[in-house]
């Protein structure tokens, strides 16, 4: 176990992670068939390769949100180290 507390964003990471991974799978899915000339998948099969750069998405977001924790933390700490309370807002 880590000894760090789970940032906000760390479930959106994951989560596109899974997203991402069965994009590609749909991905390579979709392609197949055009390279070895079988017949091709339904639409349906090619929506789902979509899902590649919305795990993508999701899981930059969640960096972008464990960024921001992370920034707010070590202000915090700054403040308490120099005794100046709560850190000015803005």
């Keep these: 176990m880590s000894d760090r507390p789970d940032d906000p964003g760390d479930v959106l990471v994951r989560v596109g992670g899974i997203v991402f991974g069965i994009g590609m799978l ?6 197949v068939p055009l390279f070895l000339d ?9 929506w789902l390769s979509m899902l590649m750069p919305l795990g993508l998405l999701v899981a930059l977001v969640g960096l972008f949100a464990n960024a921001r924790s992370s920034s707010r933390r070590r ?4 403040a308490a180290a120099t005794g100046t309370g709560t ?4």
């Design 26 to 31: 749909a991905t390579v899915a979709t392609f």
């Design 87 to 90: 850190a000015a807002a803005g």
């Design 75 to 78: 202000r915090a700490r700054q």
């Design 38 to 46: 079988l017949t091709r998948l339904p639409t349906f099969a090619y």
